[in-house]
């Protein structure tokens, strides 16, 4: 019998365990899913925009692969400080594979960023999509002008969420505090910026084509921004995905406005955030300093500043990984060094342990790219299995979990939680609502009431749930980055000082181990 753990139930996770049921030529393979949350899915359930339904739907794919009878989830388990010491899960299984995402952003390095008003859009993301550890608000009372600096599919979905009324965000799973908070957002001008031009930004063309079909919002493109790109004037010596790009923001840059549209949308490039602005406290403006191409792929300063107006900034330039307790770590490239998924340790293998997803090859990929990885890690691991075998491991790792005090919330636990979610959907007149906080999915896990928030931060609906336990509730944070797995790759770093740069002074949102 060969017992394998895998650390992380998002997508890079489900596609290990997928990988072993398939590749292993023995049928005596178990493998036990273990995530942070009591919720399965990582990204797909908490990255993925919430009006990307068809992408949502994946849910029901990994779904498949977790209820198979020799795979368990193991939600509400902890690996690392406070919790399960990887060394720990090292004796109890042959193998064990961290899928543990990109846990941190990247920040700008500017001054001005720690000021209230200014996130990530990583936060901003935890926060619609429902991620337990987020913050419950205060990302738009006030706002009028929101600035969103990148231009991947992270920052198109965010800029998207901002521009779309409440009528189209009612049917999703979105929580019930974040849409009554956008239903009364006073946001009009929503201005997504990047450093670089048309013909190098990084988003998709369909996330790009979604911003122009908004029913009550006006896309701007200035075509005389456009113009500084070498590429625009002769789009066919680009690759097919940029040149499409091109061609989409050509069409719009002349397009008339719609009447009484509720919502602008400024798109715009050549523009590099050098300082944000106080007023009053709080971000009042974001200094650009307009760039130029530098001939060599990059861009350069060129001393000429404008100042826009912005009480909402939301950072999207990139995600990174973060090190993990017990295992080596490459700062540089914010990865797990690795041969193959093999975790490497001074140059050499170390037996047992492997990376697959972000953790291994950085924040790059859609979803579908994380089948390969998956299987590439999976056949070291099962060429590896005689050396793996030879070392004893227990009968039944779980029973010793519990022993060790560990409760997981398992897969019932899981169910009660969906039920949970079908019911306060349905006490609002919606769908499914996902619940946003720890007590709410930790009482539905266990079968008590999960007390939803409600805008006000009251309000409570009763979920039936199944037997299901969890251990800690400080135990926070999921397996994986919270940002849409969708995305392409956002736009890079704004310079190379915004690798490791400090982080704001504001407590982050985001875990600061994705153990």
Same mark, same amino acid.
């Given at each position: 019998?060969?017992?394998?753990?895998?650390?992380?139930?998002?997508?890079?996770?489900?596609?290990?365990?997928?990988?072993?049921?398939?590749?292993?030529?023995?049928?005596?393979?178990?493998?036990?899913?273990?995530?942070?949350?009591?919720?399965?899915?990582?990204?797909?359930?908490?990255?993925?925009?919430?009006?990307?339904?068809?992408?949502?739907?994946?849910?029901?794919?990994?779904?498949?692969?977790?209820?198979?009878?020799?795979?368990?989830?193991?939600?509400?388990?902890?690996?690392?400080?406070?919790?399960?010491?990887?060394?720990?899960?090292?004796?109890?299984?042959?193998?064990?594979?961290?899928?543990?995402?990109?846990?941190?952003?990247?920040?700008?390095?500017?001054?001005?960023?720690?000021?209230?008003?200014?996130?990530?859009?990583?936060?901003?993301?935890?926060?619609?999509?429902?991620?337990?550890?987020?913050?419950?608000?205060?990302?738009?009372?006030?706002?009028?002008?929101?600035?969103?600096?990148?231009?991947?599919?992270?920052?198109?979905?965010?800029?998207?969420?901002?521009?779309?009324?409440?009528?189209?965000?009612?049917?999703?799973?979105?929580?019930?505090?974040?849409?009554?908070?956008?239903?009364?957002?006073?946001?009009?001008?929503?201005?997504?910026?990047?450093?670089?031009?048309?013909?190098?930004?990084?988003?998709?063309?369909?996330?790009?084509?979604?911003?122009?079909?908004?029913?009550?919002?006006?896309?701007?493109?200035?075509?005389?921004?456009?113009?500084?790109?070498?590429?625009?004037?002769?789009?066919?010596?680009?690759?097919?995905?940029?040149?499409?790009?091109?061609?989409?923001?050509?069409?719009?840059?002349?397009?008339?406005?719609?009447?009484?549209?509720?919502?602008?949308?400024?798109?715009?490039?050549?523009?590099?955030?050098?300082?944000?602005?106080?007023?009053?406290?709080?971000?009042?403006?974001?200094?650009?300093?307009?760039?130029?191409?530098?001939?060599?792929?990059?861009?350069?300063?060129?001393?000429?500043?404008?100042?826009?107006?912005?009480?909402?900034?939301?950072?999207?330039?990139?995600?990174?990984?973060?090190?993990?307790?017990?295992?080596?770590?490459?700062?540089?490239?914010?990865?797990?060094?690795?041969?193959?998924?093999?975790?490497?340790?001074?140059?050499?293998?170390?037996?047992?342990?492997?990376?697959?997803?972000?953790?291994?090859?950085?924040?790059?990929?859609?979803?579908?790219?994380?089948?390969?990885?998956?299987?590439?890690?999976?056949? &070291? %691991? /099962? @060429?590896?299995?005689?050396?793996?075998? =030879?070392? #004893?491991?227990? +009968? !039944?790792?779980?029973?010793?979990?519990?022993?060790?005090?560990?409760?997981?919330?398992?897969?019932?636990?899981?169910?009660?939680?969906?039920?949970?979610?079908?019911?306060?959907?349905?006490?609002?007149?919606?769908?499914?609502?996902?619940?946003?906080?720890?007590? &709410? %999915? /930790? @009482?539905?896990?266990?079968?008590?009431? =999960?007390? #939803?928030?409600? +805008? !006000?931060?009251?309000?409570?609906?009763?979920?039936?749930?199944?037997?299901?336990?969890?251990?800690?509730?400080?135990?926070?944070?999921?397996?994986?980055?919270?940002?849409?797995?969708?995305?392409?790759?956002?736009?890079?770093?704004?310079?190379?000082?915004?690798?490791?740069?400090?982080?704001?002074?504001?407590?982050?949102?985001?875990?600061?181990?994705?153990?």
């Amino acid at each position: 019998m060969l017992h394998v753990a895998v650390v992380g139930s998002g997508p890079s996770g489900v596609y290990t365990a997928q990988s072993l049921l398939q590749q292993s030529e023995s049928p005596d393979v178990r493998v036990d899913v273990l995530d942070r949350l009591p919720c399965p899915y990582g990204l797909v359930r908490y990255g993925v925009a919430p009006d990307h339904e068809k992408i949502k739907s994946l849910q029901q794919n990994l779904r498949s692969v977790l209820e198979d009878e020799r795979v368990r989830f193991l939600g509400g388990v902890r690996v690392g400080p406070g919790g399960l010491p990887a060394a720990r899960l090292r004796e109890l299984y042959h193998a064990v594979v961290y899928c543990v995402g990109a846990a941190t952003d990247r920040h700008l390095g500017v001054p001005g960023e720690e000021l209230p008003g200014s996130w990530s859009a990583t936060e901003f993301v935890s926060w619609y999509s429902a991620h337990p550890d987020c913050a419950q608000d205060g990302f738009l009372p006030g706002a009028r002008s929101a600035v969103v600096v990148g231009v991947g599919n992270v920052a198109v979905d965010v800029t998207r969420i901002l521009a779309r009324g409440a009528a189209e965000l009612g049917p999703t799973d979105m929580p019930q505090a974040a849409l009554t908070s956008l239903a009364a957002s006073t946001v009009t001008e929503i201005h997504m910026v990047g450093r670089r031009g048309p013909s190098q930004a990084r988003f998709t063309t369909k996330e790009l084509r979604e911003l122009g079909s908004l029913p009550d919002a006006d896309v701007v493109v200035d075509p005389e921004e456009l113009a500084l790109d070498p590429a625009y004037a002769d789009p066919s010596g680009l690759p097919a995905a940029n040149r499409r790009n091109v061609e989409v923001l050509r069409g719009w840059a002349g397009r008339p406005l719609l009447r009484g549209a509720a919502r602008r949308i400024r798109l715009r490039f050549f523009l590099r955030p050098a300082e944000l602005l106080a007023d009053g406290g709080r971000v009042g403006a974001v200094r650009f300093e307009r760039t130029l191409p530098d001939g060599h792929g990059g861009v350069r300063g060129t001393g000429h500043y404008e100042d826009v107006p912005a009480q909402l900034v939301l950072r999207s330039v990139g995600y990174r990984g973060v090190p993990l307790e017990g295992l080596p770590f490459d700062a540089v490239q914010g990865t797990v060094p690795h041969r193959a998924g093999r975790v490497l340790r001074d140059g050499e293998v170390a037996p047992g342990e492997y990376v697959a997803g972000w953790i291994k090859r950085g924040p790059t990929g859609v979803i579908g790219t994380n089948r390969p990885c998956a299987k590439e890690t999976v056949t &070291s %691991l /099962l @060429a590896d299995v005689p050396v793996l075998t =030879a070392r #004893a491991v227990p +009968a !039944d790792p779980l029973e010793v979990l519990r022993a060790e005090g560990v409760e997981p919330v398992e897969w019932s636990g899981w169910q009660a939680i969906e039920r949970a979610e079908k019911e306060l959907g349905a006490s609002l007149g919606r769908g499914v609502v996902k619940l946003p906080d720890w007590p &709410s %999915l /930790l @009482a539905a896990a266990r079968g008590g009431k =999960a007390v #939803a928030r409600g +805008a !006000d931060g009251t309000g409570a609906a009763e979920g039936p749930g199944a037997v299901g336990t969890v251990g800690a509730v400080e135990a926070v944070g999921g397996a994986a980055a919270v940002g849409a797995l969708e995305a392409v790759g956002d736009e890079e770093a704004v310079g190379a000082e915004a690798v490791g740069a400090t982080p704001p002074a504001r407590p982050s949102r985001v875990p600061e181990s994705p153990l």
